[in-house]
């Protein structure tokens, strides 16, 4: 019998606990999920990965709170605003938002995160997750225009996803409010309404993006 050219990745070894296992045994998917993850996780961007990555204005982020309750945020910028650090590492930058800051307020307390990268004209998808940290003294901040901090991400692992399911879309425009040189953003109307005027921070004010 042939030897299987397929060798163990230790990349993947973390990416399955219990629950997994229990609904793959189900489904009788061990081996498939196993032989995937052979194939196609890795614990280093590639020069593919990396120019996937670069090519995206946009992706999600899911965090987790101190109690492990996830949310997932979007986040949007000008293309390339995703930066390539090196092969384990990635960062982006925290633009002005609503002053909630779930994501960046999770990862102060469980740095553990997943982005998902998605091309929808066309459809390709690369998932990545890593450990997070927010840093309001990044050097990368002269980089940005109007960035408040940056997040720097530590690969555990990257690999891409099966795009058969992502419908697929057309970019129409690129949103105005994103921070260019050389330009100020207009106001968004939610920071014009009277009842949160007496909240707004100093630097949020309705004058300001």
Same mark, same amino acid.
């Given at each position: 019998?042939?030897?299987?050219?397929?060798?163990?990745?230790?990349?993947?070894?973390?990416?399955?606990?219990?629950?997994?296992?229990?609904?793959?045994?189900?489904?009788?998917?061990?081996?498939?999920?196993?032989?995937?993850?052979?194939?196609?996780?890795?614990?280093?961007?590639?020069?593919?990965?990396?120019?996937?990555?670069?090519?995206?204005?946009?992706?999600?982020?899911?965090?987790?709170?101190?109690?492990?309750?996830?949310?997932?945020?979007?986040?949007?910028?000008?293309?390339?605003?995703?930066?390539?650090?090196?092969?384990?590492?990635?960062?982006?930058?925290?633009?002005?938002?609503?002053?909630?800051?779930?994501?960046?307020?999770?990862?102060?307390?469980?740095?553990?995160?997943?982005?998902?990268?998605?091309?929808?004209?066309?459809?390709?998808?690369? @998932?990545?997750?890593?450990?997070?940290?927010?840093?309001?003294?990044?050097?990368?901040?002269?980089?940005?225009?109007?960035?408040?901090?940056?997040? @720097?991400?530590?690969?555990?692992?990257?690999?891409?996803?099966?795009?058969?399911?992502?419908?697929?879309?057309?970019?129409?425009?690129?949103?105005?409010?994103?921070?260019?040189?050389?330009?100020?953003?207009?106001?968004?109307?939610?920071?014009?309404?009277?009842?949160?005027?007496?909240?707004?921070?100093?630097?949020?004010?309705?004058?300001?993006?």
């Amino acid at each position: 019998m042939a030897e299987n050219p397929v060798t163990a990745n230790p990349a993947a070894d973390d990416l399955y606990h219990d629950g997994n296992r229990e609904i793959q045994a189900t489904f009788d998917s061990e081996r498939l999920a196993d032989r995937l993850t052979q194939i196609i996780v890795h614990d280093e961007i590639t020069d593919e990965d990396r120019q996937f990555i670069e090519s995206r204005d946009m992706f999600f982020i899911s965090t987790v709170d101190s109690q492990g309750r996830p949310t997932v945020s979007y986040k949007g910028g000008e293309v390339g605003f995703v930066r390539y650090v090196d092969k384990k590492t990635i960062a982006y930058p925290g633009y002005d938002g609503n002053g909630m800051f779930l994501t960046a307020g999770n990862i102060a307390s469980n740095n553990h995160v997943g982005l998902l990268f998605i091309d929808l004209e066309k459809p390709n998808r690369l @998932r990545l997750h890593g450990e997070a940290t927010v840093d309001i003294n990044d050097p990368l901040l002269a980089d940005y225009v109007d960035a408040k901090y940056i997040i @720097r991400i530590t690969i555990r692992n990257i690999f891409v996803n099966c795009p058969r399911y992502v419908h697929r879309y057309q970019k129409v425009e690129q949103s105005e409010y994103v921070p260019k040189e050389g330009c100020v953003a207009p106001t968004p109307e939610w920071k014009t309404f009277d009842i949160i005027q007496d909240v707004l921070p100093e630097n949020m004010s309705r004058e300001t993006s």
